[in-house]
């Protein structure tokens, strides 16, 4: 069994940054690709960054590339979200997933789902 907890979300103001966390639960982490989605209302779930499970290979969107960074820490059986230089249109329940072995980044892929910590960005 895989359970995922996400926390650090909040509210900031537009060009400030947040950092997520995600809690991992169950045997083999290191087995599994972790990544991150977001939802904002009327929109479906939207893909955000990848990590491998040694954290050697990463993948972005391309609406958060140079802004984000994705990471884990196998030794705390926890993944990482650094999102520096917000904007309003980040604004959205973020997720963090996992799957095991292959990367991929359509959430379909996914097994596991947390239960989402919301980011809001003011302007």
């Known amino acids: 069994q895989v359970q995922l907890v996400e926390s650090g979300g909040g509210l900031v103001q537009a060009g400030g940054s947040l950092g997520l966390s995600c809690a991992f639960s169950?045997?083999?982490?290191?087995?599994?690709?972790l990544g991150w989605f977001r939802q904002a209302p009327g929109k479906g779930r939207e893909f955000v960054a990848t990590?491998?499970?040694?954290?050697?290979?990463?993948d972005y969107a391309d609406s958060v590339k140079g802004r984000f960074t994705i990471s884990r820490d196998n030794a705390k059986n926890t993944v990482y979200l650094q999102m520096n230089s917000l904007k309003p249109e980040d604004t959205a329940l973020y997720y963090c997933a996992a799957r095991r072995w292959t990367l991929t980044t359509t959430p379909q892929a996914y097994n596991y789902w947390g239960q989402g910590t919301q980011v809001t960005v003011s302007s």
């Open positions: 990590v491998s499970g040694t954290g050697g290979r990463t």
């Open positions: 169950g045997r083999t982490f290191n087995s599994y690709i």
